[in-house]
């Protein structure tokens, strides 16, 4: 479910569980167009037949590929009226807890950790986790600072 909120009641959210994304599958096809992207062709990404006898027994997105994830489903979770220019400022800390194997189920919860006034803007500071369905640990565990501007 989207929170909607009005650009001046930003510095409000502090606190808040935005809750979760809807569920998202990894693809090989995903996989394999980051590997391209970035040049990382790793055998225990894009070849699923020598990785069903690797240490995950499947192919495993890229932790890089989950990652950037994290953009399009923080859109599905906030939308802010009234903004002019939005930015993913970056990181504070990520950890890639667990392997995302190809086929897995992903989605990604949020909660509001902080709000702070910027020149022409505010920046939210926000601890996501994206877990795997059925997983025992999450995939990600990150504190992302997204920049709203009116």
């Known amino acids: 479910m989207t929170t909607t909120t009005a650009y001046s009641d930003l510095p409000g959210l502090v606190g808040s569980d935005l809750g979760f994304t ?35 027994g499947a192919p495993i997105a890229h932790g890089f590929l989950t990652l950037s994830l994290l953009i399009p489903m923080w859109e599905s979770l906030l939308t802010v009226d009234g903004v002019s220019t939005k930015v993913n400022y970056g990181l504070d800390k990520v950890r890639f807890v667990s392997p995302v194997k190809v086929g897995a189920r992903i989605r990604m919860t949020a909660a509001i950790a902080g709000v702070t006034e910027v020149a022409g803007g505010y920046q939210l500071t926000v601890d996501v986790t994206i877990e795997i369905e059925g997983g025992a640990k999450p995939a990600v565990v990150a504190r992302s600072l997204q920049r709203f501007y009116a």
């Open 22 to 56: 809807d569920w998202r599958t990894i693809t090989q096809e995903q996989v394999n167009t980051f590997a391209d992207a970035t040049d990382d062709h790793q055998w225990i990404h894009t070849d699923p037949e020598r990785a069903k006898d690797g240490p995950f």
